[in-house]
């Protein structure tokens, strides 16, 4: 059983930076694409961005490009989001994902297992 447990979330004032974690267990992710969704109150889940856990390769939303970068540490089984200079659009409870096989994807359904979330609070 694979499983996601996101952490790294908090309240940061708007210009900050937040390093968000996942730790991903259960599996052997050489064949998964990782990625980060968001999800703002009375808004639909969001794709952030997306890694390839084998090679690394990554994909990006236009709103994510230039503040936001994924990445993982093998060793560790760990996926990252470092987000800089952050908005109070940004606020959102912040999820990882997992998809078994398959190209890069932003689309959340085609993604297989989810974590429980971490909030991410900017004030003006």
């Known amino acids: 059983q694979v499983q996601l447990v996101e952490s790294g979330g908090g309240l940061v004032q708007a210009g900050g930076s937040l390093r968000l974690s996942c730790a991903a267990s259960?599996?052997?992710?050489?064949?998964?694409?990782m990625g980060w969704f968001r999800q703002a109150p009375g808004k639909e889940r969001e794709f952030i961005s997306t890694?390839?856990?084998?090679?690394?390769?990554?994909y990006y939303a236009n709103s994510a490009k230039g503040r936001f970068t994924i990445s993982r540490d093998t060793a560790k089984n760990t996926v990252y989001l470092q987000m800089n200079s952050l908005k109070p659009e940004d606020t959102a409870v912040y999820y990882c994902?997992?998809?078994?096989?398959?190209?890069?994807?932003?689309?959340?359904?085609?993604?297989?297992?989810w974590g429980q979330g971490t909030q991410v609070i900017v004030s003006s």
């Open positions: 994902a997992a998809r078994r096989f398959g190209a890069v994807t932003s689309t959340p359904d085609e993604y297989d297992y």
């Open positions: 259960g599996r052997t992710f050489s064949s998964y694409t």
């Open positions: 890694i390839k856990w084998t090679g690394g390769s990554t």
